[in-house]
């Protein structure tokens, strides 16, 4: 009876506290918190993700208010370069007068939302495409990895450009810009989905014969539900690193294809785009216009291969 009344009530701000202790504790931010590459790239990651959604309230200057800009400020150095430069525009300015901190993060924010919603483009087409091929198996399983391995041979970036150019010549010339994202999106996106087809489709080969998934047969559960619910949840870690580590390739094919000129068009600049507008002016002397974007990009892509190398360390029980 003691012990009854002495207890603490159960309320929900006990139960928060219970839960974010036992999280805090758990093996995977205790690998965490013990790893210093992947603090140090998640912190660098998390400033970068920060400044690019925070944008049109932290930049110093908006890069698309046309009536701001002033081409008496174009070609303005750094501030750490020229004891003259001026502090409105720390990292200079471009060939327009544009503020190049303030070009940056804006355009890490277009590169990060194309690459997070091609990875989510691909990732839904590789999961559902791996999970029927490993569960249903036979000629289905045949025709879809086959479609696979025939995509694999041929490099993402150049099936990124095929399905871009395809595109553009089969749209109006008046869409291109309107549709640029989405058909960027979609070009990368679906030049990435093999990967993860094929990864879920070998462990649902795997979990198919556990007797879990026969059970869930016997009483009668649907293909489409047990797929669904009982072996994706299986199968979802090595999916989620395949995922953080394609995520920095999708960036990168994104300024790729904006360097080459047939990505985003510069009304909506990405780091792509800010590299290549900068590289016209590099051997001239104004090397910060290219050099902090491609910086820039460098951090990102980096801190996100860290981070997912980390969290395949930390998702493998064979290392634990």
Not at 71 to 79: E, I, Q
Not at 151 to 166: R, S
């Amino acid at each position: 009876m003691s012990e009854l009344a002495t207890r603490a009530p159960e309320t929900p701000a006990r139960r928060l506290h219970d839960a974010v202790l036992r999280a805090w504790d758990s093996d995977f931010l205790y690998s965490f918190r013990h790893s210093p590459v992947a603090v140090i790239s998640a912190l660098v990651l998390l400033v970068v993700v920060v400044g690019a959604l925070f944008s049109p309230w932290l930049a110093p200057h908006d890069p698309f208010d046309l009536a701001s800009l002033n081409l008496l400020d174009s070609f303005k150095p750094p501030v750490f370069t020229n004891a003259e430069a001026e502090w409105a525009f720390p990292l200079g300015t471009d060939d327009q007068g544009r503020d190049v901190l303030s070009g940056i993060m804006y355009g890490t924010r277009v590169s990060l939302l194309v690459g997070v919603l091609a990875i989510g483009f691909s990732l839904t087409v590789g999961i559902t495409f791996g999970l029927v091929a490993g569960y249903v198996g036979g000629a289905v399983e045949s025709l879809l990895m086959r479609m696979a391995d025939i995509q694999l041979t041929f490099p993402a970036i150049l099936i990124a450009l095929l399905i871009d150019g395809v595109a553009r010549a089969a749209l109006p010339r008046e869409f291109h810009d309107k549709v640029a994202l989405w058909v960027l999106v979609f070009a990368i996106g679906i030049a990435r989905w093999p990967q993860f087809a094929r990864t879920v489709r070998g462990s649902t080969l795997v979990e198919r014969g556990k007797e879990y998934v026969m059970a869930a047969r016997v009483i009668g559960l649907s293909p489409w539900k047990i797929m669904a619910t009982h072996i994706l949840p299986n199968v979802v870690g090595p999916v989620l690193v395949i995922a953080t580590l394609n995520l920095g390739q999708a960036v990168l094919d994104e300024a790729t294809l904006s360097f080459l000129g047939v990505g985003l068009p510069p009304t909506e600049p990405s780091l792509g785009t800010l590299i290549r507008i900068g590289n016209d002016f590099l051997f001239s002397g104004e090397w910060w216009v290219t050099i902090f974007p491609g910086i820039t990009l460098a951090i990102l892509v980096l801190s996100i291969n860290l981070l997912g190398d980390w969290l395949r360390d930390a998702l493998n029980p064979r290392l634990r």
